[in-house]
């Protein structure tokens, strides 16, 4: 995975005050890439004339993301141009709450995308970064890898407030058996303690009890996982930010599905 910010030098700004503003960031980090940052391997097939919509495409299955600034973000297997999609499965929205300068984080490889932005704050600190309070707002989109063999419909697509275990807001794009129709869908931590007491801190000693993060659709079936993500076992062992864990480099980013807060651990390329 590659880790953009809004801190980055030559990072991208985003402004409520410039709806354009939010596709020049995921053009930014998805297609062009930014100071030293490459882009993830993504391409934008369309935009429209002033730069508020574009349709962005990834580079595993090939399907597409659209956006229209703040007011809506949509999937599709499919599009023909900048306003036809074909075969969706999904739909919400971003939000701005003001005018001026705003934080954001993606996290992406060429095949799935996490973005959040934070509405009401200005360029957030790297200890502020977190998914799913009420200041930000969560567009995740792309493949996941299929835990069964010829699965070639498991992407998924998640659009507004809380990145949370419930099904709201998660749609994959067909069922197992390949069935044109989109269906709903959560993601699993399997073996995960709800009540998240321990306190317990991550260190070269200290062990690190971590899951991957499934997705089950609401047919009962595990289709697939977020690839290099991991989440803890129990409640923020690690420092937010970069550091290094089982001798590799991961990012950790705090996140709040309904109920507390949790962590999730990106292994990045830069």
Known sequence: MIVYKSTDISAPVLTGADTASVINVLRACLVDGYGTRQGAGWTMPFVNGDGTKASF??????????????????????????????????????????????????????????????????????????????????????????????DGFCSVFNSGLYFGQSATGHYLSRKLNGDVGNVTAKYSIPYLDTKLASTKLYSGEADLLVSRILYVDINGDIRGFIEDCLVPLYKTPCPVGRQTIFDESYEAVLFSPSGGVFQLLFKVAQ
């Open 57 to 150: 495409k990834n580079g595993g299955s090939g399907f597409y993301l659209s956006v229209n600034g703040f007011t809506a973000t949509a999937a599709f297997e499919n599009m023909s141009d900048i306003n036809t999609g074909i075969n969706g499965f999904g739909s919400g929205q971003l939000r701005s709450y003001g005018n001026f300068v705003q934080g954001w984080i993606l996290i992406a490889n060429e095949r799935y995308m996490i973005f959040a932005n934070y509405p009401n704050q200005n360029l957030p600190v790297d200890t502020g970064y977190s998914f799913g309070n009420n200041s930000q707002y969560i567009l995740s989109f792309g493949d996941l890898t299929p835990v069964v063999r010829g």
